[in-house]
């Protein structure tokens, strides 16, 4: 049973928007990185992306009309299981 106080997205937004992500360690913020800047997630090199790195592993990742859910899928195809599951 879902727990009432948490909040659920009933389906995965279809604009374009911007995707926030908190990674656990140094190691799993520097392959999403490289992965952008080789192309391996469908985008150009992460500055001619917009792609930002924040403090403390973050990163912001502009994410066009009904690209959420490949890019979702690519980056879990790059992090390991357990940094998926630590990543916020």
């Known amino acids: 049973m879902p727990c009432s106080a948490c909040e659920a997205l009933p389906v995965l937004p279809q604009g374009p928007g911007r995707l926030f992500l908190w990674l656990p360690i140094p190691h ?30 973050g990163l912001v990742i502009p994410i066009r009309e009904q690209k959420l859910q490949p890019t979702l899928e690519r980056i879990a195809g790059i992090l390991a299981a357990e940094e998926m599951h630590a990543s916020r």
Do not use: D, M
């Open 28 to 57: 799993s913020h520097h392959k999403l990185v490289a992965a952008f800047a080789a192309g391996s997630l469908g985008a150009e090199a992460p500055a001619e992306q917009g792609i930002q790195s924040l403090e403390n592993l």
